[in-house]
C-alpha cells in the first residue's frame, strides 16, 4: 500500500527498499528503534500535517512534489542528461510510456512552403522517431514510445524536433529535455504543453504514464527521487572524467576518465553492409541516427537497400558536458508502427582520434546477428593538434588541454614565481620599457578547409 512506501520515501530512502530491511536491527534486537512496530508503525506522530504552515514536506499547494526548487537541465552541475549520472539514489524500475500527442507554433525553417516537422525521443540509449508529416507548422504525430526504466544511470528523456529536408542536413526545430519526475508527474493526466528550447518559439503536447516494477502509484516515487544526492558536491559522482571509472572503448579495450579535449568531431557515416532483414516481403529502408551528449543528426533513408550508402558528415562541438560517448543505431523506416532497430554501435574519444586522418574503418553493429557500418573521422583541435599528440593522454587518463602542465604553474603577480615563461622573475621592481615581438610566420598549419587551405 502507499501507506508502506511513504514513510522511506518522506527520508530520502530507497524506494525500492520500502521498509529499510537492508539495514534494519534485528527484530529481537531490545535497541531496534525502525519504527515498524507499535502505535506508530509509519512514525506519522512527529510528521507535519499539510495544514501547517511550517510544513516542508512539499505534499501540498500548487506544487506537491516540489519540482520548482529542482536543478533545470541546463544547470552545470546537473548530471541527469542523456547517459548522464543521475543522483545517485536507487531509480525505480519500470516501463516509462511517453506520447507526443502534437506540436504548435513551430519555427518556419523553409523559405518556401511550411516544415516537415518529425520528432526523436531519446532516453539512454533507446531511441525512437515519429513520421515525418509534410508541410505543416502544427504537426500531429499521436507517437506513443515506450522506455525501459533505468537505462544505466540516465534519468532525463531528450525530445527533439526536426524539419526533414531533401536536400542537407535537417534543421532542428527546437528541444525539450525532461526528468524522470516529469514524467511521474505527468501521469494520469490528459497531456501537458512543453515550450521548446533553442528556438523563438514552438511548442510540444505530451502525456506519460510510468508502470512501476513494485505496482506503486507514480506519485508515491517523487518524493524520494527529489531527496536523492547532492548535485553540488562533484566528488559524489562518477562521471568520465573521473579517472577511477573505466570506460569502454571499441579500439583500445578499457580507458580510464579524463579531462575531454576541446574541439570538433567530424564523423563520415559512409555506408553499411550485411544489415538484417527487417522486413519480410521486402528489403530494408535504412536510416541512422548519430549522437554525443544532447547534439543529434539523422542521415537520409535509403529505400529497399541492406547495403545503404549515406555519406552522412555530422559535427559535434565537444565536450558536450562530461559525455565522451558517440552512439550509432541503425533503423528501418516503418510505415506502419514503430522503426525496427538494426543495430548499434557506441565509440569512445579515444576511437573518434584514432580514426583520424584514415580512410575508414568498418565497426560491426550490436544487438544483431549481423551489420557492419563504414565510418572515417577527424578532430579539429581547439589549440591546433593533432589527434595523434592528444591520444597518449587519454589513454593514460591526464589533461589533454593542459599538455605543459601550466594549470599548476605560479602566477607571474606571485612574489615567488620562479616558472615565469621566459626567466625567474621573482615579481619585484621590474623595467619599464617597450618590449617588441615580431611574428615572422608560420608552416606545416593544419587545413580546417575541406576546399582549398585556410
Known sequence: NASEILPSLLKGGDPNDPYGLSGRKNSGDPSNKSGLDGKDPYGQSGRKTSGDPSNKTGLDGEDPYGLSGRKKSSDPFNKSGLGGNGQGESLPEGLARIKLVKAKELINSDIVGKSDPYAVLIYGKQIQKTKTIKNTLEPEWNHEAEFKFPDGDSRNFYIEVFDSDKIGKDTSLGNLTLDITDVLAMDGTEGKWYPLDGVKSGKILLSADFLDKLGRNPSDLIPGLMKGGDLNDPNSRRNSTNPAKV????????????????????????????????????????????????????????????????????????????????????????????????????????????????????????????????????????????????????????????????????????????????????????????????????????????????
Open 247 to 454: 570506460n569502454p572503448s571499441t579500439l583500445h579495450g578499457n580507458v580510464p576518465g579524463g579531462i575531454i579535449p576541446k574541439g570538433k568531431a567530424k564523423l563520415n557515416l559512409i555506408k553499411a553492409k550485411d544489415l538484417i532483414q527487417a522486413d519480410k516481403n521486402s528489403k530494408s529502408d535504412p536510416y541512422a541516427v548519430l549522437l554525443y551528449g544532447k547534439q543529434v543528426e539523422k542521415t537520409k533513408v535509403i529505400p529497399n537497400s541492406h547495403e545503404p550508402q549515406w555519406n552522412h558528415e555530422a559535427e559535434f562541438d565537444v565536450p558536450d558536458g562530461d559525455e565522451r560517448s558517440f552512439y550509432i543505431e541503425v533503423f528501418d523506416s516503418d510505415k506502419i508502427g514503430q522503426d525496427t532497430s538494426l543495430g548499434n554501435l557506441t565509440l569512445d574519444i579515444t576511437d573518434v582520434l584514432s580514426m583520424d586522418g584514415k580512410d575508414g574503418q568498418w565497426f560491426p553493429l550490436k544487438g544483431v546477428k549481423s551489420g557492419k557500418v563504414l565510418l572515417s573521422a577527424d578532430f579539429i583541435d581547439e589549440l591546433g593538434r593533432n589527434a595523434s599528440e592528444i591520444l597518449p593522454s587519454l589513454l593514460k587518463g591526464g589533461d589533454p588541454n593542459d599538455p605543459y602542465g601550466l594549470s599548476g604553474r605560479k602566477k607571474s603577480s606571485d612574489p615567488f614565481n620562479k616558472s615565469g615563461l621566459g626567466g625567474n622573475g621573482q615579481g619585484e621592481s621590474l623595467p619599464e620599457g617597450l618590449a617588441r615581438i615580431k611574428l615572422v610566420k608560420a608552416k606545416e598549419l593544419i587545413n580546417s578547409d575541406i576546399v582549398g587551405k585556410s
